[in-house]
């Protein structure tokens, strides 16, 4: 029996894209659940998502792309979900590639952005260090952590909505948290065309967001791996100062005492994040 498929759009303020994207995705699965979750707009993306064949559920405000997601993987009836956005960057021609993924026994499959398909150098230079930095933290090669374009079984999914936060990091809190998980997780190479539109993402409002996504890629899968360099760092600079200050001056200072001091506290502050990490897991699967 084939799987039910869901497709879920989060969308604000998209009502120049969105027509065609959910026409196209008629044409392609006409058998499919199309959900736009309309996220507070102000335009009529909901009129026209309608029109163009989408069951649409409208927030009386702005919540955000990730509680959007939320509510659509909690609304969405199919056995497999396909989260893409409603501004036409996603080809819905791609989405076979993903679901082919999941019959090869993936949890999740990702559509990966080439080189070309960024928004801009700046978003660009971002997400490959989230990548360098989660492929890092993982153990596995991570292509593209910010993607947005996903298939996942809806079941696994669900899983893990109590650790998706509201904003825009959702793809960054499903992926570690299925790599946490044991779920394997595929990359399809995809190429995403230019925005209809003018984009949400604002570079100098989000540049804390970005370094904030940063530390939550390490603290969500394995803090240790983010605490003990940085511990290993104040050691080293500790003992090398005490090293300094004690052949020139024949004692130990409080820069020394202060460095080592620091070193145990980020150590044992990795220490109680894993655990509380294990935690948080363990009550999501619950």
């Not at 736009?36 to 927030?59: L, Q, Y």
């Not at 070193?263 to 509380?276: A, C, N, R, T």
Request: hydrophobic residues 45%; charged residues 20%.
């Amino acid at each position: 029996m084939q799987p039910r498929l869901s497709v879920v759009i989060p969308a604000k303020n998209e009502g120049q894209a969105i027509g065609p994207v959910v026409a196209r995705i008629c044409e392609l699965y006409p058998e499919a659940e199309i959900l736009v979750i309309d996220d507070g707009s102000t335009d009529d993306t909901a009129e026209i998502s309608v029109k163009a064949g989408a069951r649409v559920i409208s927030h009386p405000y702005s919540m955000g792309n990730g509680a959007a997601i939320k509510h659509g993987a909690r609304a969405a009836e199919g056995d497999v979900i396909v989260f893409m956005d409603g501004d036409g960057q996603h080809d819905p021609a791609d989405i076979p590639r993903l679901l082919e993924q999941l019959d090869n026994g993936f949890a999740m499959a990702v559509g990966a952005r080439q080189r070309g398909s960024q928004a801009s150098i700046f978003r660009g230079l971002a997400n490959g260090l989230y990548n360098l930095l989660a492929s890092y933290m993982t153990g596995h090669r991570i292509e593209d952590l910010t993607s947005g374009f996903r298939a996942v079984h809806s079941d696994k999914f669900r899983e893990f909505l109590s650790l998706l936060p509201n904003g825009f990091s959702y793809p960054t809190t499903s992926t570690m948290a299925f790599f946490r998980a044991g779920y394997p997780v595929a990359y399809v190479p995809i190429t995403a065309d230019k925005r209809v539109g003018k984009s949400h993402i604002r570079i100098l409002q989000d540049g804390v967001r970005f370094l904030i996504i940063i530390f939550r890629v390490g603290t969500l899968y394995s803090p240790l791996k983010l605490f003990v360099p940085v511990a290993a760092c104040l050691f080293l600079l500790a003992t090398g100062w005490y090293g300094y200050t004690f052949t020139s001056q024949g004692r130990f200072t409080n820069m020394s005492a202060l460095l080592y001091t620091g070193s145990v506290s980020v150590f044992l502050m990795g220490l109680i994040s894993e655990q509380i990490t294990a935690l948080m897991y363990k009550d999501s699967k619950q």
